[in-house]
């Protein structure tokens, strides 16, 4: 059954050539498609319905009021109710509807790239293990809940340390967000597992230490963090930029807009050092995009030198004893 719209509902917006138009005015090119291209609304049952176009100086709709899929070349979108679109007439793209059994063959042909994915990204991690290292002859100082501490004394005995840095200024009030947003995610089960390989994971920022402290009570943030205010170690690892130092290279770059007319700023990061013996040395650093896809104690691992201590991983020769894969980190 049909009905013709009331002025009063001429909100409705139609779709032409994969963009939304309105109802008010439309033009003699959009009647025309109207007319002559067969474009469905596909209701999320099994109905599919011809779309009314511009009849008689008025939009024609069926009388249903669903949520819709709407079609067009091949595409896939999703409106509401016609009589309420979403705000600006905004239309959801959405991916083509096919049967199990087409579903099933993109999905091979997905998988095959993704294994293929996988494999190029374990040759990559193997290249950061490759990756030649650097002393670190610089004592940096730190300030914990315990007083001042050395770079050595982050490590608490491990071979290994990852460092986040955190955006927390000397002079903010609150972390970044977004970095906020990851230590919401960062659980004590990660920090466990890194220690069973022999690694230690710690937050740095330049804030003092009091501010550190009071915002990671108000948080519920238990993770160890440590200021690195009074000390040239976020300057020397590449996350506090400054102009008045000449620092202005973020990601292996000069980014001198990164500043945005202050004096300074904070940057995110991560950084891997190694210890052997009584010697430090600095290993990787990621930052930006790098950093997206840390967040479990395998992507961490896969940053250092040491990896994930696999039998598999290459190079040979980094640990003893070796494993083989153990996800429930155990052994």
Request: with cysteine; glycine share 8%; hydrophobic share 35%.
């Amino acid at each position: 059954m049909r009905r013709s719209l009331p002025a009063s509902r001429a909100r409705v917006a139609a779709l032409t050539s994969a963009r939304v138009v309105s109802s008010a005015a439309p033009s003699i090119r959009e009647r025309a498609v109207h007319r002559l291209r067969p474009w469905f609304w596909t209701f999320t049952g099994t109905r599919s319905l011809p779309l009314i176009g511009y009849l008689s100086n008025q939009w024609t709709f069926f009388e249903q009021s669903v949520t819709v899929h709407f079609r067009p070349g091949g595409s896939s979108y999703l409106r509401r109710d016609p009589f309420h679109p979403f705000p600006g007439g905004f239309v959801m793209s959405l991916p083509d509807v096919v049967s199990r059994e087409q579903w099933l063959e993109a999905r091979r042909q997905l998988l095959a790239r993704e294994k293929e994915f996988t494999r190029e990204h374990d040759a990559l991690n193997a290249e950061r293990r490759r990756l030649p290292m650097v002393t670190i002859d610089q004592d940096y100082v730190f300030e914990g809940p315990d007083g001042p501490v050395t770079l050595a004394d982050l490590f608490q005995g491990k071979r290994q340390l990852i460092v986040q840095h955190v955006m927390f200024g000397p002079d903010w009030d609150q972390p970044c967000p977004g970095c906020s947003a990851a230590l919401d995610e960062l659980s004590q089960g990660v920090l466990d597992h890194l220690d069973t390989r022999d690694t230690t994971f710690v937050l740095t920022a330049r804030a003092p230490y009091d501010k550190i402290a009071a915002k990671a009570k108000e948080r519920g943030w238990s993770f160890p963090w440590y200021s690195s205010f009074g000390s040239d170690f976020n300057y020397d690892f590449g996350v506090t930029l400054d102009a008045a130092r000449g620092l202005v290279d973020y990601n292996y770059r000069s980014v001198p807009e990164a500043i945005s007319g202050e004096q300074s700023t904070e940057l995110p990061g991560f950084s891997c050092f190694l210890r052997d013996g009584d010697e430090i040395f600095h290993t990787y650093s990621a930052f930006a995009r790098g950093t997206e896809y840390i967040g479990n104690t395998y992507t961490l691992l896969d940053l250092t030198a040491l990896g994930r201590q696999e039998d598999w991983e290459e190079p040979k020769g980094r640990v003893d004893p070796v494993r083989g894969g153990d996800p429930t980190f155990t052994s």
